[in-house]
């Protein structure tokens, strides 16, 4: 940028490069932007994952804030920064608090900041627990077509654990092509079951609804399984379940006993970051001693280095990768900005002359 400030002025410590302005959008605006575009989502999920395989991607650990008087409660800290064509940095702040739903909140909350790539200033906070949901459940769509490659493609859904997750991912899966002949449902909540059937039918939603009793039933008699739960520990430990060798979307992390994993094919989205924090390929490599039960990320096969067998159990864990929160994200950004929708907050950053 030019500058063409006077002496005095540089010498005050006036600002040179541009301020960029500082929206706030709303998760009425978020919905708005992302509704009805799941298949284009779902290639913009694929496109992060392929900058973040190419090392064009910084996503560190994520940050866990825990509760000594609330044990079930958490909130977590992903920065990141994506590169490519739409340069960006920034966080998603997310909170778990399950006990929420007794009360008739939802569980997770969220909020996402943007920064610009080339000063480092935040231009934009977004409700995120929509972005959140809509990154888990694109990527969740984009594994089931991937990994169902060279077998048979699975017509019988089955969602364990019925909440918010859940819905985005049949949503998103319906909205890119895939029809069930079955979907069978289980939740340990009745309540949470109807309400799940509930919404099936008013999505018009293919296939037979069953609510399943018995967890047991479900996985049996489905050959593509969503786990969706709040689990904190493994519950579901037998490996004979798996017997019919379903594709398995992994997606809450903790249900499956290393042992299940030990006698699958399993596939991650970024190693180091699932193998930690208690889930359960951590538990596997613990329990191993190393990483050998892997057979490689999503990107691997997505770019055909690796590919997903016919006559195995397949199992998809993805921890959730910040920098799909922040391509989602951006995307939800510019939308509201095309459509002129942009809330801003005029000067949101003051005292921008160093000296004074």
Known sequence: MTN???????????PTAHVPGFAVISGAQVQ?????REKEIVELVEQTYRLHGSGDTVNPPSYFLRFPDRPSARIIALPASVGGPDQVDGLKWISSFPENVAS????ASAVLILNDH???YPFACLESSIISATRTAASAALAADRLSLGRARPT????????????????FLAGTGWNFESVGVHDVSA???????GYLKQSGATGEITVHERPEDLIR?????????VAGTPHVTDQGLF??????????LRDLAPEILLGAANFVDDVDHCLKADTSPHLAEQLTGSRDFLNGTLDDVMCKRVLPPADRTVIFSPFGLGVLDLAVGKFVYDQAAKAGHLRRIDDFFHDLRRYG
């Open 4 to 14: 063409l400030l006077s002496p005095d002025e540089r010498r005050a410590g006036t």
């Open 32 to 36: 708005q932007a992302l509704a009805g």
């Open 104 to 107: 008739g909140l939802p569980r």
């Open 118 to 120: 080339d000063t480092g």
């Open 156 to 171: 019988r859904i089955g969602f364990f654990g019925t909440g918010l997750i859940a819905r985005y991912i049949h949503t």
């Open 191 to 197: 309540d949470s079951a109807a309400g799940f059937c």
């Open 221 to 229: 008699s489905s050959d593509l399984v969503v786990f969706a739960t």
């Open 243 to 252: 017997a019919h060798h379903p594709l398995v979307l992994h997606v809450s």
